[in-house]
């Protein structure tokens, strides 16, 4: 049974053990109405070679034809064959939680290169040792400071990862905390002015994200002021950790999280990523997951340790920091094998690459009539671009040329209708982006 575990047998067995004849009785307590009906559009029953034939013709006719310019937070980079084939090694997949640090050396140790290298990129003090993804992260960062300050209320940016809002306001929504949400300005960042208006005594701390969701890097130090002025704190969320090979780092912030994917983890259907999470060391007794520490042994040998274990797995749950999450150590160790690969000039390096292919679209999509980039604000690898006509019959001509052409905005912003964000990484060639300003000048015709 290779794609049936359980057999008929088994299946009646374990209803008898519930004391059922049905399988159906197992969702009697599902109302009739949201129960589905009928049988699922599935192909089969097939063979076993039917099944692989099957496989096979949908992997020819997968997306590894077709080049991405989807980013949203997630986005495609190479990764150099070396991250599969130490993060394969045997000795990394056993030790999943080190709760015992002798035995779990090599697990530590790679989890405080990851916080190294993460408060290094940041600009921050300490770093803690990974979190599930950028979006649970940011969530974290808005509970941490609501701690530090004691304060109950949250600004967030409308620039903000639209799914991050989301998860934040599903973390808080019984937690008695308000939240404000800030427009953007013309340019494609927070509104400062606006945001001013909106913070008071009772502000815990201004979430923003840099380069934000429309790709466009927000002014983190005029934020800070503005938040630090009312005594709140600045949470900057990062969903492009490459744009900070190029980019000032958010020093003046004083929690820095978000997505590590960029750094040797692929897109994979959405997951699993990696999470990080860094900020100043006088906050670090409320940093949520782990820490590793480096100390020395009775004979002076160099050792790590779990420094800062602050879950309901290991203290009570009401002194928890965090009673959900954890770390990404595998993904974690990828994201370091992949940043100690490329060192900081190969890091440099390949952030221009994105730099400039970006650019070069959006250059090249400016001089097609009918479309307009509507924001100003100096972007990394992804911008908007507002097109002629329909945006999703832009997006199926792109498909049709085996070209990803990005993400309609309109669903996530209404008012951005006929907008696409579009993201070109070092993967996007410049045929590909000439291929691509070629389909949006014969729709431009079309529409005309």
Not at 297 to 324: M, Y
Request: glycine share 6%; proline share 4%; with cysteine.
């Amino acid at each position: 049974m290779r794609y049936l575990p359980n057999s008929h047998a088994d299946r009646q067995a374990m209803l008898r053990a519930t004391g059922h004849t049905h399988t159906d009785e197992l969702f009697a307590q599902i109302p009739a109405e949201l129960r589905f009906k009928g049988r699922l559009k599935l192909p089969g029953p097939l063979s076993e070679s039917e099944i692989q034939d099957y496989f096979q013709q949908a992997a020819a006719e997968s997306s590894r034809e077709f080049t991405s310019l989807l980013g949203a937070g997630a986005y495609s980079h190479y990764r150099p064959v070396v991250v599969d084939s130490l993060l394969s090694r045997g000795e990394f997949f056993t030790a999943y939680t080190p709760y015992q640090a002798e035995i779990a050396q090599g697990t530590l140790q790679a989890m405080f290169e990851f916080q190294t290298l993460m408060a290094q990129l940041t600009g921050q003090e300490v770093s803690n040792a990974s979190l599930y993804d950028g979006s649970t992260a940011t969530a974290e960062a808005a509970l941490m400071a609501m701690r530090v300050t004691g304060r109950r209320k949250l600004a967030l940016a409308r620039t903000l990862h639209p799914e991050y809002r989301q998860i934040i306001r599903t973390y808080l929504q019984h937690q008695d905390v308000e939240l404000a949400e800030i427009p953007y300005a013309a340019t494609g960042q927070i509104d400062l002015a606006k945001l001013e208006a909106a913070l008071d005594s009772g502000t815990a701390a201004v979430v923003i994200q840099s380069p934000n969701f429309f790709g466009a890097f927000e002014s983190a130090s005029q934020v800070a002021a503005i938040a630090h002025r009312h005594g709140a704190l600045l949470v900057v969320a990062v969903t492009e950790p490459l744009s900070l090979a190029v980019a000032r780092p958010p020093a003046d912030a004083d929690i820095v999280c978000g997505e590590a994917q960029s750094f040797g983890v692929p897109v994979t259907f959405g997951g699993p990523y990696v999470g990080f999470l860094t900020t100043h060391e006088k906050f670090l007794r409320q940093l949520p997951g782990r820490l590793v520490g480096q100390t020395v042994d009775t004979e002076g040998r160099r050792g790590f340790v779990l420094t800062l274990a602050t879950r309901e797995q290991h203290i009570r749950r009401e002194k928890a920091t965090s009673n959900i999450c954890t770390n990404q150590s595998l993904c974690a160790l990828a994201a370091a094998i992949y940043l100690c690969l490329l060192g900081k000039a190969g890091l440099r390096q390949l952030a221009e690459q994105n730099l400039s292919k970006a650019h070069y679209a959006a250059g090249q999509l400016r001089e097609v009539p009918g479309m307009a980039m509507p924001f100003a604000a100096p972007f990394f690898n992804e911008f908007v671009v507002k097109v002629p006509g329909d945006a999703e019959g832009l997006l199926e001509d792109l498909k049709a040329e085996k070209i990803i052409g990005g993400l309609n905005l309109e669903e996530h912003y209404p008012e951005l209708a006929n907008h696409v964000l579009m993201c070109c990484t070092e993967l996007v060639s410049r045929e590909v982006i000439d291929r691509m300003v070629k389909v949006c000048r014969n729709a431009e015709v079309r529409v005309l």
